[in-house]
């Protein structure tokens, strides 16, 4: 083969990969972005050749700068994963191998890149460990509400009967208080935990979305306003309706939009958005789904914590204000509903939970 020849074959192997295949210069600058990185990516090559391949990095600069470090120490990475930007800004885990590109005579010219998206995997991965604790958790709650249920019950009266026998000026009648109060908190949360690990089939019903965000937003009104948080909503109209359970539904984006107003403690901004996505290259899924983006200006999250908001009891909020149960339950809701829950969120400006719901078609209505 003469290396004209050659070099058309390399291109079309390059081509023919599902996988994302890109080269940048010494700059960062993108040289080369194969057929399945317009997939992966949703962009096309004329669009991002001679662009920074930082601003796809959901850490931008900084992750570039790290990559770099790396492949000057071992000249190469191999399956690792990272966080990538790629079209409507939808954030996708990657799992690249990187190289360190030289010319015939060994000057350094760039990096390859060869990446796949591991969004799915990665989703499949947790949604295993989820249900393993989730198995766990239902077990230990029944255990747990039958051994304390009953010699709670009996604490609770026992200090109730006690304070009908002591005058109301008696200082004991305070230590009683005390102990009725807390008996009480520890009966609400077994009751929780219950709730909890009974399982709730979704009932299915057709629903539109933006109206079901707009009741959302009625109920918590009162918190939202005493709170002053200023709320903005870009609901995009002619949304088709998704099949699901508007109570569990309703549910999940309560719990998302208080705990964004437990974020903005001295006021904020908490912003909804609706829309339809219909993804263009979508390598995963070619459904039409619709997006809700929750998003506040509130704490944000740190990195360290990230991982674990989906786990049954983490919380960072006081004994009264948190049981840590809210964002597994919704992390639940939405998998049982066939979607996805994601959070995007940055220390000391905000966090924003997309949630994406399908848009099922019915098969019998669209058989041709
Ligand atoms: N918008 C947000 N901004 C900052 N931190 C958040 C946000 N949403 C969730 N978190 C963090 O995730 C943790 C878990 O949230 P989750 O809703 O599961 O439990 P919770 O709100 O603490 O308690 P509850 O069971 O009452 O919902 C919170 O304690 C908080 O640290
Ligand atoms: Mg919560």
């Known amino acids: 083969m003469d290396s004209k020849k050659q070099e058309s074959f390399l ?6 990969s599902v996988d994302a295949f890109i080269a940048t210069d010494m700059h960062g600058l993108i040289t080369l972005f194969s057929k399945g990185a317009e997939k992966t990516f949703g962009s096309y090559a004329e ?3 001679g662009t920074k391949i930082a601003k796809y990095y959901v850490n931008g600069k900084e992750e570039a700068k790290k990559i ?3 492949l000057y120490e071992k000249g190469s990475m191999q399956n690792y994963e ?5 079209e ?3 954030i996708v885990t990657m799992n690249l191998s990187i190289s360190l590109l030289k010319d015939s005579k060994g000057a350094l010219i760039g990096t390859l890149g060869v990446g796949k998206d591991f969004t799915e995997f990665k989703r499949i991965e947790r949604q295993l460990q989820q249900s393993e604790k989730l198995v766990t958790v239902g077990e230990l709650a029944a255990g747990i509400a039958h051994e304390i249920g009953t010699p709670l019950n009996v604490i609770l009266g026992t200090a109730e009967y006690l304070m009908m026998e002591t005058d109301d000026s008696d200082p004991k009648n305070e230590d009683l208080k005390i102990i009725i109060s807390q008996a009480e908190h520890i009966t609400k949360l077994i009751q929780q935990l219950l709730n909890f690990s009974r399982y709730n089939k979704p009932e299915l019903k057709t629903i539109d979305i ?4 707009k009741d959302v937003l009625r109920l918590t009104d009162h918190q939202i306003t005493k709170e002053e948080i200023k709320i903005l909503t870009d609901l995009q109209p002619d949304i088709p309706p998704i099949i699901g359970d508007d109570n569990q539904l309703q549910q999940v984006f309560i719990n998302i939009i208080v705990n964004a107003i437990h974020a903005m403690p001295q006021g904020g901004t908490l912003t909804t958005s609706t829309r339809l996505n219909c993804p263009k290259h979508s390598a995963i899924n070619n459904n039409r789904n619709v997006e809700i983006h929750i998003s506040d200006t509130g704490c944000g999250i740190p990195h360290q914590n990230i991982q674990k908001i989906f786990d049954p009891f983490f919380t960072t909020k006081d004994v009264d204000k948190g049981t840590g149960l809210g964002l597994t339950v919704s992390h639940r809701i939405i998998e049982d509903h066939g979607g996805t829950i994601d959070v995007v969120s940055h220390v000391d400006e905000g966090t924003c939970f997309s949630v994406r719901l399908p848009i099922q078609i019915h098969e019998d209505t669209d058989v041709k």
């Open 88 to 90: 409507n800004n939808r």
């Open 82 to 86: 990272t966080e990538m930007i790629v």
């Open 47 to 49: 669009e991002v050749i």
């Open 210 to 213: 933006n109206s079901l965000i």
């Open 68 to 70: 770099m470090k790396t």
């Open 11 to 16: 291109e079309i192997l390059v081509n023919s």
